[in-house]
T-cell receptor
Framework: NAGVTQTPKFRVLKTGQSMTLLCAQD?????MYWYRQDPGMGLRLIHY???????AKGEVPDGYNVSRLKKQNFLLGLESAAPSQTSVYFC?????????????FGSGTRLTVV | GDSVTQMEGPVTLSEEAFLTINCTYT??????LFWYVQYPGEGLQLLLK?????DKGSNKGFEATYRKETTSFHLEKGSVQVSDSAVYFC????????????FGTGTRLTVIP
């Protein structure tokens, strides 16, 4: 099925470990996003990309890095995980066209840092 | 900057009750407005949207009207079902080049039989 696929779905890390979350979309969308979802705070934008080879900071970028080497993939990296990064991470992609814009979200990655 | 303020929950209703979840926004200009729904263990799904003032978005019995005068986009449903239990997010479209969405904090709805 077309859409946004996130891997892994669950992960437990120890403080200081590193990991990469992968987001893949097969809709040829230009824009891609990483959000984190925390209780009582909705979704907050971490980083985003407006096209292959581009990235930009969102609202809460500290402690994260991203790369968009291929149009269909958007990677989120944690170099040295901290308990404050325990969260649910969502990837999304979007298009902008003559009829407006649309967004598709992945099913999320639940990350626990102990 | 642009922002969304959403009614805090959780909200618990009996089946067939009337639902209102309040959402107000702050923005320059007139951004598109959205309601997303998140069912347990899943990602966000678009429920409905409105792109200009006085537009009414509707889907699955849910409705919301874009009110410019009150900067609001309240979600309503006349008769909720157990299957409507989920978290509902109000969002507005970022009108800058990021093409991002600004989300409210979410409202958890539980419908009991």
């Amino acid at each position: 099925n077309a859409g946004v696929t996130q891997t892994p779905k669950f992960r437990v890390l120890k403080t200081g470990q590193s990991m990469t979350l992968l987001c893949a979309q097969d809709m040829n969308h230009e824009y891609m996003y990483w959000y984190r979802q925390d209780p009582g705070m909705g979704l907050r934008l971490i980083h985003y990309s407006v096209g292959e080879g581009t990235t930009a900071k969102g609202e809460v970028p500290d402690g994260y890095n991203v790369s968009r080497l291929k149009k269909q993939n958007f990677l989120l990296g944690l170099e040295s995980a901290a308990p404050s990064q325990t969260s649910v991470y969502f990837c999304a992609s979007s298009y902008v066209g003559r009829k407006g814009y649309g967004y598709t979200f992945g099913s999320g990655t639940r990350l626990t840092v102990v | 900057g642009d922002s969304v303020t959403q009614m805090e929950g959780p909200v618990t209703l009996s089946e067939e009750a009337f639902l209102t979840i309040n959402c107000t926004y702050t923005a320059t200009g007139y951004p598109s407005l959205f309601w997303y729904v998140q069912y347990p263990g899943e990602g966000l799904q678009l429920l409905l949207k409105a792109t200009k003032a006085d537009d009414k978005g509707s889907n699955k019995g849910f409705e919301a009207t874009y009110r410019k005068e009150t900067t609001s986009f309240h979600l309503e449903k006349g008769s909720v079902q157990v299957s409507d239990s989920a978290v509902y997010f109000c969002a507005l479209h970022d009108q800058t080049g990021a093409n991002n969405l600004f989300f409210g904090t979410g409202t958890r709805l539980t419908v009991i039989p």
